[in-house]
C-alpha cells in the first residue's frame, strides 16, 4: 500500500466513524431515559395501587 493511501485512510476513518458515534450515543442516551421514564410510570403505578388497596373501608 502507498504511504498517500495510508495518509488518506487515517484521515478518513475518523471522519467517518465520529459522526456514528454521535448518532449512537445520541441514540442510546434516548433509550436509557425511556427505561427511566418507563420505570418511573411502573413506580408510580405501583405506589398508587398500594395506597388504594390500604384505604379499603370495611364495613
Do not use: C, H
Not at 442510546?28 to 395506597?51: D, L
Amino acid at each position: 500500500m502507498d504511504w498517500q493511501i495510508t495518509v488518506a485512510l487515517v484521515i478518513a476513518v475518523p471522519v467517518i466513524l465520529l459522526p456514528v458515534a454521535f448518532v449512537w450515543y445520541l441514540n442510546g442516551a434516548g433509550m436509557y431515559r425511556a427505561f427511566q421514564a418507563a420505570m418511573e410510570r411502573r413506580r408510580a403505578a405501583r405506589e398508587k395501587t398500594t395506597e388504594t388497596a390500604s384505604k379499603v373501608e370495611v364495613r
